[in-house]
């Protein structure tokens, strides 16, 4: 349905007030309220309940698309039977997202293909269907975004963007050595949203091992120490997903 088949009468007040939930629904609901001899309160309550659906709706579409995922990862398609060992009833209690509420960090550490990826986005798609904003990236993307704010003279409001994002999830962390001038990005934005936002890293290393991508070692102690402070640390260990399917095919 749309603005055009409503009464001109109620039209132009709902475009007005950018009601297109009612919009879309008023035609059908009034035929449903007629038949069913249905009180104005409940057919008001109805066409109320259409508009804050479809305005749900597409808050969750704009965090979908602003969150960079890669696919469309979720904790129902990934495969727990692979490897056994993984622990199910952590991933579960993270996907609850109340790390997030906490503005708690989240440690994922395994060898490659061991659905470290895949654990980060879907806890991070679940954050986005309970509201949060959500932003999936690695060290290399935020690095640039931020010389190219600094380059615009945009680089302390874009720092504060991204120190404010729920949930920010950096993927791959520690395993390419950083310029000094990357060593301070980073460490700027973990310093900006320590106990403030919730922040999963992904990693191959085990964090012992990330100071070797800092050039200053010191400044790499303290944001490691800072990804660290109450962090819930999650292992996969086990074989390759990525190895067993070509081992199938």
């Known amino acids: 349905m749309s603005y055009q088949d409503i009464p001109a009468a109620l039209s132009e007040p709902l475009r007005a ?30 066409l109320l309940q259409d508009e804050v659906l479809l305005r ?31 622990n ?24 490659c293909g061991t659905g470290k990826t895949h654990i980060a986005q879907a ?19 935020l690095s640039t975004t931020m010389t190219e704010a600094r380059a ?3 680089y302390q409001r874009r720092l504060k963007t991204i120190a404010k994002i729920p949930l920010l999830v950096i993927d791959d962390f520690g395993l390419k050595p950083l310029s000094v001038a990357q060593d301070d990005i980073i460490h700027e934005i973990i310093e900006e949203r320590y106990e403030c936002a919730a922040t999963i890293i992904t990693s191959n290393l085990e ?36 190895t067993g399917k070509k081992q199938k095919q």
């Open 88 to 111: 199910q009833s952590l991933i579960r209690e993270l996907a609850t997202c109340r790390f997030v509420q906490e503005k708690h960090p989240v440690i994922i550490t395994g060898p």
């Open 17 to 46: 007030l950018k009601l297109s939930g009612m919009a879309a629904t008023l035609p059908e609901r009034n035929q449903e309220a007629c038949a069913n001899q249905m009180s104005f309160y409940d057919f008001l309550h109805l």
């Open 56 to 86: 749900e709706q597409k808050s969750y579409e704009r965090r979908y698309q602003k969150a960079g995922f890669k696919g469309k990862k979720t904790i129902e398609s990934f495969d727990f039977k692979f490897n056994p060992s993984i």
């Open 152 to 154: 615009t003279n945009t």
């Open 207 to 242: 964090p012992s091992e990330w100071g070797e991508a800092f050039n200053n070692k010191l400044l790499g102690i303290a944001t490691i120490d800072r990804l660290l402070h109450n962090a819930t640390r999650l292992k996969l260990e086990g074989k390759s997903y990525r």
């Open 123 to 141: 806890i991070a798609h679940i954050a986005i269907q309970k509201g949060f904003d959500v932003l999936c990236t690695n060290t290399g993307k």
